[in-house]
């Protein structure tokens, strides 16, 4: 391996301007398949296609909520006793700091 790679170098190493050229093509090469790349924002494409999977995705491109982010708050240990009432506040709190701190990003809150 050590042999292939210095060879390449001593055939460059004379001729500069082949050198230059093959740069430059490769660069063009990948450059034109870079520019072929088309980017998609459907992040349900990566699923595997499965006729309720795709019924999900229908909905979901069909709903109005596509705009909205829904935040489901809960108890981290799921074994502890319910506190509805520390929920409830929590909710409440979380609700306000996201009116006032990221007013210039979030249009509304819906926290009932």
Same mark, same amino acid.
């Given at each position: 391996?050590?042999?292939?790679?210095?060879?390449?170098?001593?055939?460059?190493?004379?001729?500069? @301007? #082949?050198?230059?050229?093959?740069?430059?093509?490769?660069?063009?090469?990948?450059?034109?398949? #870079?520019?072929?790349?088309?980017?998609?924002? /459907?992040?349900?494409?990566?699923?595997?296609?499965?006729?309720?999977? /795709?019924?999900?995705?229908?909905?979901?491109?069909?709903?109005?909520?596509?705009?909205?982010?829904?935040?489901?708050?809960?108890?981290?240990?799921?074994? #502890?006793?319910?506190?509805? /009432?520390?929920?409830?506040?929590? #909710?409440? @709190?979380?609700?306000?700091?996201?009116?006032?701190?990221?007013?210039?990003?979030?249009?509304?809150?819906? /926290?009932?």
């Amino acid at each position: 391996m050590e042999k292939f790679f210095t060879a390449i170098y001593a055939f460059f190493e004379k001729r500069r @301007t #082949a050198l230059f050229t093959v740069m430059l093509l490769s660069y063009a090469v990948v450059g034109f398949f #870079a520019s072929r790349i088309k980017l998609e924002e /459907d992040i349900s494409s990566i699923l595997p296609r499965d006729k309720k999977i /795709d019924q999900l995705n229908e909905i979901f491109q069909n709903s109005r909520f596509l705009d909205k982010l829904v935040v489901n708050i809960s108890l981290a240990d799921s074994l #502890a006793p319910p506190q509805p /009432d520390s929920l409830v506040s929590f #909710a409440g @709190t979380f609700a306000e700091t996201i009116r006032t701190d990221l007013s210039t990003y979030v249009t509304g809150v819906q /926290d009932r």
